[in-house]
């Protein structure tokens, strides 16, 4: 007899988180589920790791192709009329996929549901709690604006997946959105406004990869099936909105050089791009809008100025550490 949900955990090198994630699946009070493990070649023992669940796990080994190929792996050997992708270091709150089962069969309509979410720190505590308003806009445009669905949230609909082709192998950290996107064009979704999954949250990951962040999102915007529905006006608007969101990244991280480029692509793509982002040092502004709109052509002069210090402070104090080592090196010599 075939489940009605599919759970399929993607991991690499995770051995040490993964438990938890297949523990907050048996813990579920909905039991019609199978859970599907995709082990995207893993040195470490995740095998081993999970020998302990028996048959309550399927494993699936396949050499390393990248999180979108291990997703995809795991849905087509699903079986369930639904299907979620969760984290391997993530987990799900107990009434999650039953209280998600149950708005997708009261919308046959909807391609997917998805909701708030935990944020937990690495000994998994709760430290931030998010419940994303945006998302009850329920638009593809919404979406296309930015990503408020969180993939461990995100129970799909199999059938609508298939027909929209799955993820994309080509979009390293984007392809979870560019599902989204493409099955928002044609179908609705839902929101469930209460925090269902813990998502566990590693320092200074992200900071590591903004390029190909920055690379894939806007991919998706060049893609047919979205360009064709939006107007040369939408469409430069959308370019200018993901430059000026990664500009604060990279200011966010320190790579001055990067924020100013992307502050200066986000306005040269739309001049007005700033009045999109309510920043918080406007909140008690009274003339917010101007601000709003000036901010990102007064950005790019201040990190500009800003490089060229940070830059020096680095090699001073990169001079520094070597006359630190230099002089333990001296020391060492002497007490011998």
Known sequence: MKPKVSII?????????????????LAQTFKDYEIIV??????????????????????????NAGPPAAMNTGVRKAKGEYYLILGDDDALMPDMVERQVEVL???????????????????GEIYKTSR?????????????????????????????SEEMGHFDETLLTTHDHDLWIRMAIKYRFE???????????????????????????????????VRERLTFLEWAKFRAVNYYRFAMFYART??????SCCYWTAVLNHPFVGAYFWTHETEKMRFSLPYRVLKPYLMPFYYSLKTPVLMYLDLFAEK????????SAIQKDNLV
């Open 320 to 327: 520094n550490e070597k006359e630190f080592e230099n002089g």
């Open 38 to 63: 995709v082990d995207d070649g893993s040195t470490d023992n995740t095998r081993e790791v999970l020998k302990k669940y028996g048959g309550k796990v399927q494993y699936v080994y396949q050499n």
């Open 132 to 160: 994303d308003g945006r998302a009850r806009e329920r638009s593809f445009k919404s979406l296309l604006f930015d990503n408020f669905v969180w993939h461990l949230t995100a129970l799909v609909r199999r059938s609508v």
């Open 9 to 25: 955990i993607p991991t690499y090198n995770r051995a040490h988180y993964i438990g938890e994630s297949v523990d907050s699946i």
């Open 254 to 259: 320190g790579q001055c050089f990067k924020a």
């Open 105 to 123: 069969d009261k919308n046959p309509d909807a391609a997917f549901v998805c909701s708030g979410i935990h944020f937990v720190d690495a000994d």
């Open 191 to 225: 929101y469930t406004d209460l925090p269902l999954a813990k998502f566990r949250r590693h320092p200074g990951n992200y900071s590591k990869t903004l390029g190909l962040h920055l690379k894939d999102h806007l991919a998706i915007l060049n893609k047919p099936v």
